[in-house]
């Protein structure tokens, strides 16, 4: 399951990257990453939430993924790069515009 907990920042960030093909690839690329995280920990601890928030990052989230007994196990963002400010590091930074996940 995934619960998204604001549906306008989402529906935002699907609507910004249509402009670009790149973007929205690494977009998919990335909420696809987090999908295989959930089936894995699901595999490992019961079924798994992924909570999807926003973040101060224009178009970008925070994100959580808890088990029924409420447990975090593992937090961090799905950032865009490459318009803003983020305040995160890359090892390998990409020159266009994409997302990335950290945590």
Known sequence: M????NIEHFNKAKQ???LDKQ?????KDCIGQL???KRNYSEM???TILHLFPDFVEHSFVFGFENNEKLRLLNGGMILHGYQQTFSVEINPN?????SIHT
């Not at 995934?2 to 907990?5: A, D, E, P």
């Not at 020159?95 to 997302?99: G, Q, T, V």
């Open 2 to 5: 995934t619960k998204i907990h």
């Open 16 to 18: 910004f990257i249509k």
């Open 23 to 27: 973007l929205k690839k690494s977009f």
């Open 35 to 37: 999908n295989r995280i």
């Open 45 to 47: 601890y019961g079924p």
């Open 95 to 99: 020159n266009k515009p994409h997302y």
